[in-house]
C-alpha cells in the first residue's frame, strides 16, 4: 500500500512527464513542418520519438526514486498510532470537568 506522499510524488511526476511528452510533440511537429525533405522528416520524428521514451524513463526513475524514499522512512501500520492514547475508564482528575 503506498503511503499518501508517495502517492501525491508519483501524480506530480506523471504530470510532469505528461508535459514532457507534449512539449516533445509540439517540437517534433514545429521540426517536421520546417523540414525540406522526407529524410529532415524522418529524423525529426526519431527525435520525437527519443524524447518522448526520455520522459517515460525519466518517469519511471522518479516513481522508484519515490518508492525506495517511503520504504527507508518506512510506513505505519494501520491502527498504530504514534500519538498517546487515554486509557479507558480512567477519571479525569476533580476540577476539570
Known amino acids: 500500500m503506498q503511503s499518501a506522499k508517495e502517492k501525491i510524488r508519483d501524480m506530480a511526476s506523471t504530470a ?6 507534449c ?15 522526407s529524410k529532415e522528416k524522418k529524423m525529426a520524428k526519431e527525435r520525437e520519438k527519443s524524447k518522448e521514451a526520455q520522459a517515460k524513463a525519466e ?5 522508484a526514486e ?4 517511503a520504504q527507508v522512512h518506512g510506513h505505519h501500520l494501520p491502527g498504530h ?6 486509557v479507558t475508564g480512567t477519571a479525569y482528575p476533580p476540577g476539570q470537568i
Open 16 to 21: 510532469k512527464e505528461k508535459l514532457s511528452i
Open 66 to 69: 519515490h518508492a525506495a524514499d
Open 23 to 37: 512539449g516533445a510533440k509540439v517540437q517534433g511537429h514545429a521540426e517536421k513542418t520546417m523540414a525540406r525533405t
Open 59 to 63: 518517469l519511471h526513475q522518479s516513481k
Open 81 to 86: 498510532s504514534t500519538y498517546p492514547t487515554r
